[in-house]
T-cell receptor, first 116, second 116 residues
Framework: SAVISQKPSRDICQRGTSLTIQCQVD?????MFWYRQQPGQSLTLIAT?????????ESGFVIDKFPISRPNLTFSTLTVSNMSPEDSSIYLC?????????????FGPGTRLTVL | AQKVTQAQTEISVVEKEDVTLDCVYE???????LFWYKQPPSGELVFLIR??????QNEISGRYSWNFQKSTSSFNFTITASQVVDSAVYFC?????????????FGPGTRLSVLP
């Protein structure tokens, strides 16, 4: 299995600021994803973080608002830019493929973001 | 557009009962993936299964089983002899296969409460 950590685990931010969330996997993985879960809601995929190329964003999400980096096979960051209260959510990182079974997907513990 | 419906918002069962969680999907793609995830009260997300649209065989894993019926666009999840630890929100999801991870849609979730 893979262990995924996220930093920070939670944060409270002011409107208009940006926050970068880090996701670290304890083994090399093929694919990494970023999701958002608004309070009491289902999940939404934000983007696929591609190693060595630009992230692939889902409809409704853009790079200017959610820039993503993936400098290597174990690490990715998601930045939430120019935040507004509507960005208050739990942000989750996941990974699959690589050193563990391709058929499994693992999730980080999430980053709980509150925007005032 | 892709869509996933989980008509059961909440289900309550008594321990040891069998329970089936329904998932109905809509897609124009001929190849796609279907998923089930579990989110216990602690909040972490747990991947349960991914199924390719070409593989209609039912899957059994311990007390869990999945029934994929392309004819009715359903991918139902059954827990046999439910336990209190099965209490969680369960999400069904759908993704394109040709561009894996893209057009990824989650259902609204079904909250399962297993009472002792």
């Amino acid at each position: 299995s893979a262990v995924i950590s996220q930093k920070p685990s939670r944060d409270i931010c002011q409107r208009g600021t940006s926050l970068t969330i880090q996701c670290q996997v304890d083994s090399q993985v093929t694919m990494m994803f970023w999701y958002r879960q608004q309070p009491g809601q289902s999940l939404t995929l934000i983007a696929t973080a591609n190693q060595g190329s630009e992230a692939t964003y889902e409809s409704g999400f853009v790079i200017d608002k959610f820039p993503i980096s993936r400098p290597n096979l174990t690490f990715s960051t998601l930045t939430v830019s120019n935040m507004s209260p509507e960005d208050s959510s739990i942000y989750l990182c996941s990974a699959e493929g690589g050193d563990f079974s391709y058929n499994e997907q693992f999730f980080g513990p999430g980053t709980r973001l509150t925007v005032l | 557009a892709q869509k996933v419906t989980q008509a059961q918002t909440e289900i309550s069962v008594v321990e040891k009962e069998d329970v089936t969680l329904d998932c109905v999907y809509e897609t124009r793609d001929t190849t796609y993936y279907l998923f089930w995830y579990k989110q216990p009260p602690s909040g972490e997300l747990v991947f349960l299964i991914r199924r390719n649209s070409f593989d209609e065989q039912n899957e059994i894993s311990g007390r869990y089983s999945w029934n994929f019926q392309k004819s009715t666009s359903s991918f139902n999840f059954t827990i046999t002899a439910s336990q209190v630890v099965d209490s969680a929100v369960y999400f069904c999801a759908l993704s394109e296969a040709d561009n894996y991870g893209q057009n990824f849609v989650f259902g609204p979730g079904t909250r399962l409460s297993v009472l002792p």
